[in-house]
């Protein structure tokens, strides 16, 4: 598909406009990081493009509005990161309507055509996830150990997938009867502030027996881990399954407070959607080799770059500081007497 749409400004002599559209304010990474890198990398390689950064709010249909809004404006080309992939189709279909190219970006959308979609591989994401959870469950004596699961915003790709690789590992522990699952609910909109009264709900029901909350992003997390500060429970509830590697969680884990997340290339994420930008820029195809799988989303199937995760732990923090995301500075100010940043003074 890539390069069949009609001719941009840019084909035109014009100044080729870039819509980046955001999905929330609630996950924190799109306006630190991802911004400001697609961006930049938008400045390096098509320094003719202006990029116009709109943010959803969490509102799909405020999304399609603002893709309406870019269009009627002479977009080139939209770099989408969908509010809620459920109610995509009107704005892809309005940008189909419009020839105008949509790179999805992190999130997937349903019910229309895309040239190509970047996204961690959520599968992986969830089987680490898991993998972790089960490790740190075959350390708990006893059986029956309950557990809460808290998961993210129903119907998108990411969502499933990382239930389905955290299940890889946690369904066996649930047949043996190692573990039982206490409570369980899905995120709207991943927002924290849910998060937090479902965990004191679950808590109050349980009289605070749970061994384990397992979630699937920092956000989620760092929310949880304040509910158990707030009750006394730090150290006696643990808190596993992040995402994202926020600089937060980060610090959390170097505290001991959070046990892990899942570290992702987000500078790298934001490269590979640059280069695909300019590449529909310059009427070219996807550079060889990019494009290692496909997405279903109930049109067609997108290709698919899907990049690699990482779990990252206290023991493993150095892998976040040598990939220059974080200082070990950073992560470690809230308590730079922590064991772990003792050892890196």
């Known amino acids: 598909m890539l390069g069949a749409c009609g001719p941009t400004p840019a084909d035109e002599g014009g100044t080729p406009e870039i819509y980046f559209l955001l999905p929330n304010t609630i996950t924190t ?9 697609f961006t930049d990398f938008m400045e ?6 202006t990029v116009t950064v709109r943010n959803a709010e969490g509102d799909p249909a405020r999304q399609q509005r603002q893709v309406e809004s870019a269009i009627e404006d002479g977009a080139s080309v939209l770099v989408l990161i969908s ?10 279909t309005a940008a189909a309507d419009a020839q105008v190219p949509v790179v999805l970006y992190d999130h997937d959308a349903i019910g229309g055509p895309a040239e190509a979609l970047v996204i961690f591989d959520s599968l992986e994401v969830g089987r680490q996830q898991g993998s972790r959870a089960a ?3 075959a350390a708990m004596p ?6 809460a699961r808290v998961e993210g915003n129903l119907g998108e790709y990411g969502t499933s997938q990382f ?6 590992f946690l369904q066996p522990l649930i047949n043996s009867g190692k573990i039982r699952v206490a409570c369980e609910t899905a995120i709207e909109d991943w927002d924290p ?5 479902f965990a004191k709900e679950c808590l109050d029901r349980e009289n605070n027996d749970i061994a384990l909350f397992v979630t699937m992003n920092d956000d989620l997390a760092q929310a949880i881990v304040a509910v158990l500060a707030e009750r006394g429970l730090t150290g006696r509830v643990t808190v596993t399954g992040g995402q994202d590697a926020n600089l937060a969680a980060l610090q959390l884990i170097a505290q001991g407070l959070l046990d892990n997340t899942i570290y992702k290339n987000l500078s790298a994420q934001a490269k590979v959607a640059a280069q695909l930008t300019t590449a529909i820029l310059h009427g070219e195809s996807i550079p060889p080799g990019m494009v290692n799988g496909t997405i279903d989303n109930q049109y067609m199937a997108v290709p698919t770059i899907f990049l690699p995760v990482q779990n990252i732990t206290k023991e493993n923090l150095d892998i976040v500081v040598n990939a220059g995301f974080y200082t070990w500075q950073q992560i470690c100010e809230p308590n730079p007497s922590s064991a ?3 050892d890196h003074r």
């Open 340 to 342: 772990v940043c003792r």
């Open 142 to 147: 006893g059986d029956g150990l309950k557990i």
């Open 44 to 49: 390096m390689f098509a320094p003719e493009a």
């Open 29 to 37: 990474r799109f306006i630190q990081q991802d911004e400001p890198m």
């Open 135 to 137: 490790d740190l469950l």
């Open 163 to 168: 239930k389905q690789g955290q299940d890889e």
């Open 193 to 197: 502030v849910a998060a937090q009264a």
């Open 83 to 92: 509010a809620d992939a459920r109610f995509s189709q009107g704005t892809l």
